[in-house]
């Protein structure tokens, strides 16, 4: 352990997340050294909240929104669940029965619980039980019960799996929307089954309100209110002991949303899955005061979400993010961006784009910084769609276990941003922890218009603590051609390059001008600036934990008279698409290095 990278981690932690983080963890070993007590203090909070009525109309409400992720996240594996057989982010186990089905088990996270938490999440249960069939709720209620036997709270790490809070929380809103979305079919659920259901969800709302994540804050703390406020919907009145949210839900929807909608951990994919939890609490309509609030922060997190979406209709992958496990951007209402510019000027993300052609591009900060957990070294990177075709793509996700593979998909030579190499613009740690950083600003000096008809630019801090600056401009010729330039300032500390990744469906060109096929499509390469190196072999994991090939393009930057050093790339797509003359593109090079 390094004294200094925990002092340049933990100094961002406000004062009430040291508190709390006393508070937590004491409470969770006191938890795991008493159980026998700590279940018995529960259980009798529990006891005092009234049972939960899945037939209420808002609750009903609410879980269509619980319905539409969890069809996005499980409904392609509904009939397997009966016999055991489980799809857990990619990867699917097979248990040979309910009973059979393992909680404790290692699946493929090492020291990540991930997998286990997605289990203990039951979001596969909403799905099946929307279907109306009566043994599916008894399906169900038999894995509850395999569930409470198998983890004691004695047992090591079940406080951060199965018992975790947000777990906890997710298994609550699972179950009630399964069992309400149950009762909208107009079948009848056998009775003794349901108690079961909803006596768990009950006590799992006291587990919650008992261990609310004020260490953490942020999604956790978010996903913690909105799992108590569906519960409190299912019910005559807020209970007493959940009046904590009437404050505390407009206080997380003010931390975690900024003000451009953009969500403040930087991530499109928590982004549509909090845009889900506010349409959630909507649906709840607990407190009037909250509607207008709510309405506002849908309308922003919509309009922000289309800033970050390529022309396929899915999200683009910056900082910890993947496909499928939140709906489409489309399927929640996010189709269209604002103008071909749309800029989230506190997110730090820019969109270029027309004719199918897109760039997403990341000039701003990793994430807040006393909790920027799911961070990635993406400074100035770009994602970019050609016809509608992801041409340009961020790594993804690989896994969420502490180890070479974690360190790699965080890392800025992994990504497409300009790069040092052998010295990273953050520091990472173990699975989430980051100590020394830097941030992204955008660059929206008037000088730099006039060379593309759609631009963007950014520069980072990142490797400020050794005197270097970066800087990147963007241009979209929509229908034509992709020009990314970088420029490197200040003393030259380590090899430099931009590296791009491109995903293996395109095919390397072996005749003519560099580039790369993909049906009709071909793009072709244009070093204006710099020095190509070989096209090298590359893996991304655009689906969490789902390895495929890629190409990594890599040009390295040329010196320059004012002693920058430069490089500038033109993907073409058209046979007429335009390139800026050397003497154009080093004037407006000048300008970006005076930016």
Same mark, same amino acid.
Request: charged fraction near 25%; proline fraction near 7%; hydrophobic fraction near 40%.
């Given at each position: 352990m390094s004294i200094g990278r925990l002092w340049r981690t933990v100094r961002h932690l406000t004062p009430e997340q040291w508190?709390?983080?006393?508070?937590?963890?004491?409470?969770?070993?006191?938890?795991?050294?008493?159980?026998?007590?700590?279940?018995?203090?529960?259980?009798?909070?529990?006891? #005092?909240?009234?049972?939960?009525?899945?037939?209420?109309?808002?609750?009903?409400?609410?879980?269509?929104?619980?319905?539409?992720?969890?069809?996005?996240?499980?409904?392609?594996?509904?009939?397997?669940?009966?016999?055991?057989?489980?799809?857990?982010?990619?990867? #699917?186990?097979?248990?040979?029965?309910?009973d059979k089905v393992s909680w404790r088990g290692e699946f493929h996270e090492g020291n990540?619980?991930?997998?286990?938490?997605?289990?203990?999440?039951?979001?596969?249960?909403?799905?099946?039980?929307?279907?109306?069939r009566a043994e599916d709720v008894t399906a169900i209620a038999a894995l509850v019960a395999t569930l409470e036997a198998q983890n004691a709270w004695s047992a090591p790490g079940v406080f951060r799996d199965v018992w975790n809070p947000y777990t906890a929380s997710h298994r609550l809103i699972n179950l009630i929307a399964g069992l309400a979305l149950f009762r909208a079919s107009g079948a009848t659920p056998p009775a003794e089954a349901?108690?079961?259901?909803?006596?768990?969800?009950?006590?799992?709302?006291?587990?919650?309100?008992?261990?609310?994540?004020?260490?953490?804050?942020?999604?956790?703390?978010?996903?913690?209110?909105?799992?108590?406020?569906l519960y409190a919907a299912a019910c005559p009145g807020v209970p007493p002991a959940l009046a904590v949210i009437e404050?505390?839900?407009?206080?997380?929807?003010?931390?975690?949303?900024?003000?451009?909608?953009?969500?403040?951990?930087?991530?499109?994919?928590y982004h549509a899955l909090g845009l889900l939890d506010v349409r959630l609490l909507r649906a709840t309509a607990l407190y009037p005061a909250w509607q207008p609030m709510l309405d506002e922060t849908d309308d922003r997190m919509t309009r922000a979400l289309a800033v970050m979406t390529h022309p396929d209709g899915d999200i683009a992958l910056f900082n910890d993010a993947w496909l499928g496990e939140a709906p489409r951007p489309a399927e929640l209402g996010a189709e269209r961006?604002?103008?071909?510019?749309?800029?989230?000027?506190? #997110?730090?993300?820019?969109?270029?784009?027309?004719?199918?052609?897109?760039?997403?591009?990341?000039?701003?900060?990793?994430?807040?910084?006393?909790?920027?957990?799911?961070?990635?070294?993406?400074?100035?990177?770009?994602?970019?769609?050609?016809r509608g075709r992801r041409l340009i793509v961020d790594p993804g996700v690989p896994t969420y276990t502490a180890g070479a593979l974690r360190d790699i998909a965080r890392s800025a030579i992994s990504h497409n941003g300009p790069q040092l190499d052998g010295i990273e613009p953050i520091e990472f740690w173990k699975s989430f922890r980051v100590g020394r950083r830097g941030v992204g600003v955008a660059i929206t000096d008037a000088r730099l218009n006039g060379l593309a008809p759609l631009w963007?630019?950014?520069?980072?801090?990142?490797?400020?603590?050794?005197?270097?600056?970066?800087?990147r401009y963007v241009g979209l010729w929509p229908g034509f051609a992709l020009l990314i330039a970088d420029v490197w300032r200040g003393p030259v500390r380590a090899p430099e390059a931009s590296r791009f990744l491109v995903p293996g469906t395109w095919r390397q060109t072996r005749t003519g001008a560099p580039g790369f096929t993909l049906d009709d499509t071909t793009v072709t390469l244009d070093?204006?600036?710099? #020095?190509?190196?070989?096209?090298?072999?590359?893996?991304?994991?655009?689906?969490?934990g789902v390895e495929q090939p890629a190409h990594q393009v890599t040009v390295r930057p040329a010196p320059a008279p004012d002693g920058t050093r430069r490089s500038a790339l033109l993907f073409r797509w058209a046979d007429a698409a335009p390139s800026p003359s050397l003497a154009a593109l080093r004037e407006h090079l000048d300008r970006l290095a005076a930016a």
């Open positions: 508190r709390y983080r006393l508070i937590c963890r004491g409470q969770r070993i006191t938890m795991r050294l008493a159980p026998g007590r700590a279940r018995a203090r529960i259980r009798s909070a529990a006891d #005092t909240l009234p049972l939960p009525d899945p037939s209420r109309p808002a609750v009903k409400a609410a879980a269509q929104h619980v319905l539409q992720l969890q069809r996005a996240s499980h409904g392609d594996h509904l009939d397997d669940i009966a016999r055991g057989r489980f799809t857990l982010l990619n990867r #699917t186990y097979d248990f040979g029965a309910l990540n619980p991930l997998r286990r938490m997605t289990l203990g999440y039951m979001g596969y249960a909403v799905p099946l039980l929307a279907r109306g349901e108690r079961a259901l909803l006596d768990h969800a009950r006590f799992c709302a006291a587990f919650v309100r008992a261990n609310l994540e004020r260490d953490l804050q942020y999604n956790h703390l978010l996903k913690d209110y909105v799992a108590l406020a404050q505390g839900v407009p206080a997380m929807i003010a931390q975690n949303i900024l003000p451009d909608g953009g969500h403040v951990e930087r991530s499109p994919m961006a604002d103008g071909p510019t749309a800029r989230l000027p506190e #997110t730090g993300y820019v969109r270029l784009g027309a004719a199918r052609d897109a760039v997403v591009f990341d000039c701003g900060p990793i994430g807040p910084d006393d909790n920027p957990a799911h961070a990635h070294a993406d400074f100035l990177s770009i994602e970019a769609s050609v963007c630019a950014g520069r980072h801090t990142g490797y400020a603590e050794i005197g270097v600056e970066v800087r070093y204006l600036s710099g #020095t190509p190196a070989p096209v090298d072999a590359s893996r991304t994991w655009l689906r969490f």
